[in-house]
């Protein structure tokens, strides 16, 4: 069985750091794109970050550029999210996703494995 599990969340404060890890099981995801989502309370799931599958390009929403970065490892079959400034809104739970299918990096409808998420929360 193909599974997303992300690792990392917890609580920080303000302006502290975070780093969130994909693991997938069941399958090696070293040729897909992956992507990180995430979605607030009362909130649409929404872009965070996506990586192409060689790791060549990367893609930020505007509101977490400069202060996110993703990376990937596919010798360990791992992505990560590393957050720095964190800010009360990044407040939310983080999911990793494989993108499957054809559309923007940036949209949802291109992923087709997520992850069950892990919480971020930022006090502040």
């Known amino acids: 069985q193909v599974q997303l599990v992300e690792s990392g969340g917890g609580l920080v404060q303000a302006g502290g750091s975070l780093r969130l890890s994909c693991a997938p099981s069941?399958?090696?995801?070293?040729?897909?794109?992956m992507g990180w989502f995430r979605q607030a309370p009362g909130k649409e799931r929404e872009f965070v970050a996506a990586?192409?599958?060689?790791?060549?390009?990367?893609y930020y929403a505007d509101s977490v550029k400069g202060r996110i970065t993703i990376s990937r490892d596919n010798a360990k079959n791992t992505v990560y999210l590393q957050m720095n400034s964190l800010k009360p809104e990044d407040t939310a739970v983080y999911y990793c996703?494989?993108?499957?299918?054809?559309?923007?990096?940036?949209?949802?409808?291109?992923?087709?494995?997520w992850g069950q998420g892990t919480q971020v929360t930022v006090s502040s």
């Open positions: 990586i192409s599958r060689n790791g060549g390009s990367t």
């Open positions: 069941g399958r090696t995801f070293s040729s897909n794109d």
């Open positions: 996703a494989a993108r499957v299918n054809g559309g923007s990096y940036y949209s949802q409808r291109a992923y087709g494995y």
